[in-house]
Structures are given as C-alpha cells and as structure tokens.
C-alpha cells in the first residue's frame, strides 16, 4: 500500500454530488478512483443510499469496485473500533435510527486501515462523524465532500464563499 492515500465516502457525500451541474462526470470519475482502489465504502452505505434513486441506481452497478472487502470490514481490528465507538461515541448508532447504521462502520475501518475518511457532517457538532474521528482509539483523518473533491483534483476551482472559517482557521493537528 505505502503512500497510496484511500478514501472512504460517505453517504451524503454520494447523495451531495447529484447536485452538482457536472454530477455525472464526477460519478464516472469516483467509479474509476474505486476500481483504481482509491476509493471505497462500506455496505452499510449502500443500504442508506437505497433512498436517494438516481444516485443509487447509478453507484449500484459499480457496487462491487466499491465496497471494502467482507473480510476487511468485518476483521478484528475493525470490531475492536466498533466496541470502542459504542462506549464513546454511541450516538453514531442514534443518528438515522437505523439497526446496522454507516457512520460507526465508516469510523472504524477508516481507523483500522488508516483511510481518509470522507464525509459532510459538521466538524462543529460534537456527536457526528469528524468527533468519533478524533478519540484517540479510532483516531483517523476526516474531511469533508468539497475538500476530497479538491484534494484529487477532481475540482481544481473552490468559491472561497463555500469556504467554512472554522474548518479554514483549525488547527491541523486537533
């Protein structure tokens, strides 16, 4: 693996892009970052974006290019991140109400594979993805749709106006 750099998408960062003017280039370009293996989800993903129609329909053909592996989302050293996010961070499993929900899963295998975890929840609230992303067992990068799409050049232009001051003026290393 070395210095290859894997992200692991979340939800609304999939159900976001549909907006965009250009949504199907991005699409393509996202399904080519996964089978180059530089892009993944977990399968809970998939179930949540059963809402969200043309979004669905479309990523669920490449479905397979995707997904983590079985045998890597459902490892021990994943498992261990999950018992650690249902003592400190059990309001990830509160958040949709669903029985087998994403966001612990998305934390806990981009924690055990060192992954970049994608997302667009608020690096504000104190009980989303980003927060379970800086407990020190399950500690792993977190950023958000817009900056992913920038950071592989997918956009090379950002409006300094969509540019959040407190995500601008954070500390790195916090």
Known sequence: ????????????VLVAIRKKRDSNNIYNR?????????LKTVRQVFDELETFGQAYRFLFTHKSKLLVPTEEQ????VQERLEVLKKKADW???QTGSKNPADPWLVAVASAYKYVLVTNESKESP?????ACQIPETRCRCISGPHFLYEVRIVTQINPAHISTSAFFADPDE
Do not use: S
Request: aromatic letters at 10%; proline letters at 3%; one cysteine or more.
């Open 30 to 38: 996202l399904i080519q970052m996964a089978g180059d293996g530089d």
């Open 1 to 12: 693996m070395g210095d290859q750099i894997i992200y692991l998408i979340d939800t609304d």
């Open 127 to 131: 009980k989303r993805i980003p927060a």
């Open 74 to 77: 459902f490892c021990v050293a």
């Open 92 to 94: 990830l499993y509160e």
